[in-house]
């Protein structure tokens, strides 16, 4: 193969005649598959919201499994100046071997889906975050020995995507789902739903109002930030309302004394979990962080087709 190895290409006429018809020539041969370079798979991140932990988790299992990642933040692509998701999806399909979203809306998820055949993940949405639930589930696991007969208590923003993904994944999972939340904010009815399809009557799914029945003897306790990504503005207006569900060690006193305390991160100390609980002997959020790199390597492997 000739080399251009160490060339500058700044403008067309930097190369001879010869270099731009191999060019073309192995553009073409590349294309069709007759030759071949070594394949090391590409990872694409667009992500429209904060991230630390999906972004560098992602990031490093996908460099661990021998492939590459590219950063494909929407305010450094056209996605920003409004080039539709259609379109967008159509080209990073060309190019790219698999794609994790950030995004607000489900639909958005779902359209970049429907327009590019590579696996898209969901890297969280306002619906959903599975990525993490793959993370809670492993970590659970890992503590237990097993899932199945377990009972895992949510308290908080019911109607959250961390809510939401947990209510789908415990189910699966053949575990007991509580979820304690203010009336008002509730898990979407399609969603339990959903779980109860897949619990098959067979396990609890327990929606109520009241933290210390959803604590009771349970397993795992679980929270979560009382207003997400992009509802930063009902902060003070959740606050009291939320109060109650805070996790703190009169709630984990009510719980089977095994019971292990998790959350997605980022925590606010001393709003949906107290500082003292956070670093006490029952938390298991800095392995349950860990456990994010772990089981996404794990999904990016299958889905690109490794294991
Ligand atoms: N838990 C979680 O998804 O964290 P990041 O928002 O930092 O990715
Ligand atoms: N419910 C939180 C989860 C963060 C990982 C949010 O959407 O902001």
């Not at 190019?95 to 889906?113: S, V």
């Not at 997605?264 to 107290?274: F, G, K, Q, S, V």
């Amino acid at each position: 193969m000739r080399s251009l190895k160490g060339r500058d290409l700044l403008s067309l006429a930097d190369l001879s005649r010869d270099e731009l018809q191999f060019l073309l020539d192995l553009a073409v041969d590349l294309k069709s598959g007759k030759v071949r370079l070594q394949r090391r798979k590409v990872l694409g991140l667009m992500f429209s919201k904060a991230s630390t932990r999906t972004r560098v988790s992602f990031a490093v299992a996908m460099y661990q499994l021998g492939g590459q990642v590219i950063d494909l933040n929407p305010s450094v692509t056209q996605v920003s100046r409004g080039e539709p998701l259609q379109d967008t999806a159509r080209v990073l399909d060309r190019y790219l071997d698999i794609m994790a979203i950030r995004t607000f809306e489900q639909k958005d998820l779902k359209t970049f889906a429907d327009y590019a055949n590579i696996p898209v993940i969901n890297a969280l949405t306002d619906r959903e975050h599975p990525c993490q639930v793959l993370a809670d589930l492993m970590t659970a696991q890992e503590c237990f020995g097993q899932l199945a007969g377990l009972t895992f208590s949510y308290f908080g923003d019911g109607a959250n995507n961390m809510a939401h993904s947990l209510l789908l994944g415990c189910a699966m999972a053949g575990m007991n789902i509580r979820i304690a939340t203010p009336v008002s904010y509730p898990p979407n009815p399609d969603i339990v739903e959903q779980a109860k399809v897949l619990a098959q009557g067979k396990t609890e799914i327990l929606v109520t109002d009241s933290p210390e029945a959803a604590a009771k003897d349970c397993h795992i306790l679980y929270t979560d930030v009382w207003a997400s990504m992009g509802q930063e503005s009902e902060t003070a207006e959740r606050i009291p309302l939320f109060q109650p569900f805070q996790v703190n060690q009169k709630l984990l006193e009510q719980a089977d004394p095994r019971a292990i305390v998790l959350h997605c991160l980022p925590a606010h100390r001393d709003e949906e979990i107290t500082d003292e609980v956070m670093e006490g002997q029952q938390s298991r959020i800095w392995d349950q962080a860990e456990n994010r790199m772990h089981a996404q390597k794990a999904l990016l492997a299958s889905l690109l087709g490794e294991e």
